[in-house]
């Protein structure tokens, strides 16, 4: 409760604080001597991708922080858009409940991202705008590890780490199961 009753006299403060502090950079405050120069920005909020894409392309923004992947070409192609790519913090991953079978077994996860062709989705899905990742932290991340194991894609080494997990190929149902798993239990 006590809290509660600061919160009020905090929130003022801060808001004085920045409206002094923004009546002072109008009123005298002298601007560095290097350096671009606007005498304003205006920032519109667009909805999604592609509205944004639409707006750059006639021309009513200047700036369009995100682009689909598969407009990049179209874009290029445009003598009126200057396009440069940079390096973000987002990602497109494959995520997993690892308390159930049979993704609660190790073996099986390598196995899978054995057969997750990183290098063909980066290139036909995503027209080559991502670098294939064999982890969430990218490389440009300070928290990045370069000792994680990498899995290429090689659909042999899936089969191969499966073999020396355990898992057979049931002639039935021409799944992989356990050694010790029954082909009729779920």
């Keep these: ?14 808001v004085m604080l920045i ?27 667009i909805g999604d991708s ?24 179209k874009l290029k192609s445009n003598r009126n ?12 991953y494959l995520c997993f409940n690892m308390r159930r079978a ?5 073996p099986v996860r390598q196995a899978m991202a054995c057969i997750v062709d990183r290098d063909a989705i980066v290139s036909d ?12 932290v990218p490389p440009w991340n300070p928290y990045f590890n370069s000792n994680t ?8 080494k899936a089969g191969e780490i499966l073999d020396r997990a355990g898992y057979t190929v049931d ?3 021409k799944m992989r199961i356990p050694e010790n798993q029954d082909a009729n239990r779920p």
């Excluded at 021309?59 to 992947?69: C, L, R, T």
């Excluded at 899905?125 to 969430?136: E, Q, R």
């Design 1 to 14: 409760m006590t809290s509660r009753k600061l919160l009020l006299p905090i929130a003022l403060g801060l």
């Design 149 to 156: 194991a990498a899995f290429p894609y090689d659909l042999t």
């Design 81 to 92: 858009i200057d396009l440069v790519m940079t390096p973000r913090f987002d990602a497109s």
């Design 19 to 45: 409206s002094c502090g923004t009546g002072l950079a109008q009123t005298g405050s002298a601007w560095e001597p290097w350096g671009p120069r606007a005498d304003e920005i205006i920032m519109t909020i």
């Design 171 to 173: 002639r039935k149902t």
């Design 50 to 73: 592609m509205g944004c894409q639409i707006a750059l392309e006639r021309g009513h923004v200047d700036v369009a922080p995100a682009i689909w992947s598969g407009s990049i070409a």
């Design 125 to 136: 899905i995503l027209n080559g705008a991502a670098l294939p990742l064999s982890t969430i």
């Design 102 to 106: 049979p993704l609660d077994a190790n």
